[in-house]
């Protein structure tokens, strides 16, 4: 297999056109990410995520996707379930908590067998982040709740529910974005909270769960550990905050680099994030230029960064048995008690 680069990345629609083929011919990524916008039928997303693999000579290339529930779902009706959201997970947690977690194993285990049944293995889940009053509601209804323990509680039963039915993890966005007070897809948060509540709260989940195998940063900047850069692009935060601090070893992708709270052209952004220290890059707008430009600053896969990579895969097993259907009543019985 020709050397892959250290880059995930979409495409425009519903199938490769004759450019796209071209592009990942050539610079080979190591996965990739569906979104919304290449999700019509079963079939076509099957087909899709065949020829992903196919033209880029990497069978065995993760494929993403943000199916969190709730307002974050990719996948959505008539031929996929409207799953619940991590707020509504923790209401029922915070009735009874026996339920509370079987529905969350369940929601996701569900997730994972709908995923698996199309070809994609990875998700972006669980969000780890910790909301807190005034914030921006880009996290809001996302997380399970609002205390750091019960997140990390039920983010861990969350990953080893996908983690179950075949699917890799995400834990995001470290080192934390409930504190954020605009969207980091339009703007660059910027938050003055002291290292030592940083520490008390928004590390909590992510440090609790180090040990899983991917995670995506946060395109926030917090002034008591880097006055000036991100955290996707800031050294002192992904070397002393994720790598030592919080105690993450695993593979770390940065948030989507077209955001706009990142600045530059996206070729610059993905060399700022590279320089600070992640693993990989990850791009979403399936814009062909973009990917080009993010393409020729990202480098083959070696060294750390390929450990982890590789390492990272070797949490993805085959699923265990699963009757959908028996789960899928199960977890309609346990949210009725919170609808």
Not at 179 to 207: I, T, W
Not at 296 to 309: N, V
């Amino acid at each position: 297999m020709t050397e892959l680069k250290a880059f995930i990345c979409g495409c425009e629609g519903l199938s490769l056109n004759a450019m796209e083929r071209t592009f990942f011919e050539k610079e080979r990524p190591w996965g990739f990410i569906l979104f919304k916008r290449n999700c019509q039928t079963k079939e076509q997303i099957r087909s899709l995520v065949n020829t992903l693999r196919e033209v880029s000579d990497n069978p065995y290339a993760p494929v993403f996707i943000d199916q969190e529930g709730g307002r974050v779902q990719r996948l959505g009706p008539p031929l996929w379930p409207r799953y619940p959201s991590g707020e509504m997970l923790f209401k029922l947690y915070e009735k009874d908590k026996t339920m509370g977690e079987r529905a969350t194993w369940l929601s996701v285990r569900l997730i994972a067998h709908d995923l698996i049944e199309l070809g994609v293995d990875a998700d972006c889940l669980p969000v780890l982040d910790v909301p807190v009053p005034g914030a921006h509601d880009v996290i809001g209804d996302r997380a399970y709740g609002s205390n750091p323990d019960t997140i990390a509680h039920l983010g861990g039963i969350a990953a080893s529910g996908l983690l179950a039915g075949g699917v890799l993890p995400v834990i995001k966005h470290i080192p934390g974005h409930g504190r954020a007070g605009v969207d980091s897809h339009k703007d660059l948060p910027n938050v003055d909270a002291p290292l030592q509540l940083l520490e008390k709260v928004d590390f909590v989940p992510f440090k609790k769960l180090n040990h899983l195998p991917m995670a995506m940063t946060a395109h926030i900047v917090y002034s008591a550990l880097d006055m000036t850069s991100p955290c996707s692009t800031s050294s002192v935060v992904i070397e002393k905050i994720i790598r030592q601090k919080i105690g993450f070893e695993g593979l770390l992708m940065s948030d989507d680099v077209s955001m706009n709270a990142l600045v530059g052209e996206v070729g610059e952004r993905t060399q700022a994030c590279f320089t600070a220290g992640c693993d990989f890059v990850l791009h979403c707008n399936g814009k062909l230029e973009e990917m080009k430009a993010v393409a020729a600053k990202t480098p083959f896969l070696s060294g750390k960064a390929k450990e982890r990579a590789d390492n990272a895969l070797s949490f993805r097993k085959k699923p265990e048995s699963y009757d959908a259907i028996l789960g899928r009543q199960e977890l309609e019985y346990l949210l009725a008690a919170v609808l």
